[in-house]
């Protein structure tokens, strides 16, 4: 028997292509551990998730084809061009 | 008509650890309504700085009167994209987020500014920023207040989810919503092993990166 610290349910987010959802959390779980250990503290050695990362995208790019979602050739911070500079 | 909001607020972890919170902020318990969340472009640049773009995929939930004017065959699904820069030298995440489909209807767009307070040490600073507009001539006004008043209360879900995903990742109890429910668990788990005769093992708390 023990005492309960604290009741932590862990859950996870799914893909917008259904199958997919297993590559997006393995590729998500490459890259929290990067972001946190090397990213943030300066390490330019590279990054170990470029496999796992392509894996994911070759699906979930599919996934936003087959489903029309609009956000081919979107611009990076396309409506942030026309905003002050805050 | 496009209606302008701002405002700053502190948030009482280190930058770093709100960065790497902002990744890992879904699911929480107040984000229910986003459905599905996908990374679909990263790179980082030459000087270090880290590009993404998230695609978040969230429910439409009108109102009555607001639905009745719109195709009953319209998509009940919002389509969000999330671009972001985080420049680990400079110690700022910029975030720029909108909607991608239903902009007729209304076009919200947000940016945030996560920086080191220059105020409370191992605090950061969000300064956010909202332009909201719909373009339905004639309901312009209530479609906008509507907006606006979901946009808030969106607001504070996001900063309850930023939140909650900073107590996880600290290890500390999940505040919120979890946490008198864990109080609960723990009052009747002590409960239970003041009445058994067998010895009792405390556990180490789980440690979360």
């Known amino acids: 028997l023990f ?17 997919c959802t297993d590559l997006k959390r393995e590729y998500d779980q490459c890259f929290n551990r990067w972001f946190a250990e090397k990213f943030l503290k300066g390490d330019r050695n590279g990054d170990p998730c ?11 790019q599919k996934a936003i084809k087959d489903k029309d979602i609009p ?16 | 008509m496009v209606k302008y909001f701002c405002n700053s607020t502190d948030i009482r972890s280190t930058w770093d650890h709100v960065v790497s919170a902002f990744w890992q902020r879904y699911p929480n318990p107040f984000s229910t309504h986003v459905l599905t969340e ?13 590009l993404s773009r998230r695609l978040l995929m ?13 195709p009953s ?6 389509y969000i ?10 110690r700022s995440l910029t975030t720029y987020t909108w909607n991608l489909n ?3 209807l209304m076009s919200v767009e947000e940016r945030c500014v996560f920086q080191d307070s220059l105020e409370q040490p191992a605090s950061t600073q969000l300064k956010r920023e909202a332009w909201i507009s719909s373009s339905i001539y004639g309901f312009s006004r209530p479609i906008q207040e509507f907006g606006l008043a979901r946009f808030k209360s969106n607001q504070v879900k996001a900063m309850k989810g930023l939140e909650y995903a900073l107590s996880n990742l600290q290890g500390e109890t999940p505040q919120r919503l979890l946490r008198d429910t864990v109080k609960d668990a723990s009052e009747k788990a002590k409960e239970a092993a003041k009445t058994l005769a067998s010895a009792t093992v405390p556990q180490k708390p789980q440690q979360y990166v």
């Open chain 1, 3 to 19: 005492y309960l610290y604290y009741l932590f349910i862990y859950f996870s987010m799914n893909s917008v292509g259904e199958a």
């Open chain 1, 50 to 60: 470029t496999e796992t990362f392509r894996k994911y995208q070759r699906c979930v």
């Open chain 1, 71 to 86: 956000i081919d050739g979107v611009e990076f911070m396309g409506p942030n061009k026309d905003k002050p500079e805050s």
């Open chain 2, 38 to 50: 996908d990374v679909v472009y990263r790179e980082v640049t030459a000087d270090h700085r880290l």
């Open chain 2, 58 to 70: 969230k429910t439409n939930r009108l109102p009555r009167w607001a639905e009745h004017f719109f």
């Open chain 2, 73 to 78: 065959g319209m998509s009940r699904s919002v």
């Open chain 2, 81 to 90: 994209i999330e671009d972001s820069i985080v420049d680990p030298v400079n």
């Open chain 2, 102 to 104: 239903h902009t007729t």
